[in-house]
């Protein structure tokens, strides 16, 4: 991969992260902020709040983070691919979680939380049905996560490829191949 290459796909990986953070933040905050004033109503009824807001807002706060380190030198790029990467696996694989175990079944015995689209559609099936499902139904959430996908694809391409972070002599071989191929 050239200099160039790299350097756009850098850019292409940034734009996706600031969008799910963006998302993660949208979707938050505003719940965040209600639960945190009515947390002592919803404990006092035995009910736990949804987590999944103060979540959102801790991930998109990681997310934003990432970029402002790398460009301030805190953080190399080899580590900023691999949490990128990291995190995007994450989250996704949080969001399968959530969907199979019932909107936060485990949380309390016979609590769920709405879902987002207002469906009832968690009718025991498999999971990857469920998921599938939520694909055809949520076309922001399967936005999300399929701009998610994508980022972690463009993070571990980068980290194989990336002449910035390569070894020497690995990207010297990787430089002439690119040349003899033009």
Known sequence: MDRRTSKVLRGVAAALVFATAAFHLWWGLPRSIIYAQAMDGLLGQGLPPDPRPFLFVAFAALLLAGPYLVTRG????RNAYLAG??????????WVFWHA???????????SAPSSGGSGH?????????ILDHFNTEPVESAIKTIEAVAAAIFVTLLWRDPAILP???RDRAESNASSDS
């Open 85 to 94: 990467m990291l995190l995007m696996v994450a989250s996704i694989a949080a």
């Open 122 to 130: 968690h009718n025991g099936g498999s999971t990857v049905l469920l």
């Open 101 to 111: 175990t019932g909107h936060g079944a485990f949380l309390v015995d016979g609590f």
């Open 74 to 77: 805190v953080v190399g790029l």
């Open 168 to 170: 020497a002599e690995r």
